[in-house]
């Protein structure tokens, strides 16, 4: 399961709602001295909200190993440093499901369908306010950036939000809200202990 949304929608929370294994694909962010990332447009900012910030096929061969082998190795990225501060393995065993969330994963949809490990990808939508706001009192608990930059941040994503959005339902995600996310998220695991169970 692929969950996607803008930055402060509630992908962590919903994804932990839910019971199921988590992968977090924000741990796969390029380090802050990768000569490709991107920058914000006129200005020195990198602009880690653009695709090009993070690295989409070694996430796509994380889903790929641990829907083949219930394991796969994870980056540990630290947000505040923008760095790669190590790896661990994160194990899910037999698990039918798991959630892969991140604010670029309707970016690898298409490539996980082609993959045979899709099966389903929502977009959590709470509307630009609200998202604002929990992403500004988070990232500011979190350290996750400098308030001056937070701010900038904050403003640009409040104003591309519903663009944002649009972008990934194009790509092929669903939009909803939180209460039907975790009502897709049970459905889709029932479904799929149901199939293991006459399978087996």
Same mark, same amino acid.
């Given at each position: 399961m692929l969950l996607c949304g803008p930055s402060g929608s509630g992908k962590s929370l919903v994804a932990a709602r839910s019971g199921l294994p988590v992968l977090r694909l924000d741990d796969f962010y390029k380090e802050g001295d990768d000569p490709t990332l991107p920058l914000v !447009? =006129?200005? &020195?900012?990198?602009?880690?909200?653009? @695709?090009? &910030?993070?690295?989409?096929?070694?996430?796509?061969?994380?889903?790929? /190993? $641990? %829907? !083949? *082998?219930?394991? #796969? =190795?994870? @980056?540990?990225?630290? +947000?505040?440093?923008?760095?790669? #501060? =190590?790896?661990? *393995?994160?194990?899910?065993? /037999? #698990? @039918? +499901?798991?959630? !892969?969330? =991140?604010?670029?994963?309707?970016?690898?949809?298409? /490539? %996980?369908?082609?993959?045979?490990? +899709?099966?389903?990808? $929502? %977009? $959590?939508?709470r509307g630009p306010v609200t998202t604002f706001r929990r992403r500004f009192l988070r990232d500011l608990k979190e350290g996750r950036k400098s308030v001056p930059f937070l701010l900038r941040r904050g403003w640009r994503l409040l104003r591309t939000e519903r663009a944002i959005v649009a972008r990934q339902v194009s790509l092929g995600a669903h939009a909803c809200g939180r209460d039907e996310a975790l009502s897709r998220l049970a459905a889709a695991a029932a479904g799929r202990q149901a199939r293991t169970r006459t399978a087996a």
């Open positions: !447009a =006129g200005s &020195s900012d990198i602009d880690w909200d653009h @695709p090009g &910030s993070w690295d989409a096929e070694v996430a796509v061969e994380a889903i790929v /190993r $641990l %829907c !083949a *082998t219930g394991s #796969t =190795g994870v @980056p540990v990225y630290d +947000l505040a440093s923008s760095s790669r #501060t =190590g790896e661990e *393995t994160l194990h899910i065993g /037999r #698990t @039918p +499901l798991f959630v !892969a969330e =991140g604010i670029f994963a309707a970016e690898i949809v298409e /490539r %996980c369908r082609e993959r045979g490990v +899709l099966a389903d990808a $929502l %977009c $959590l939508a």
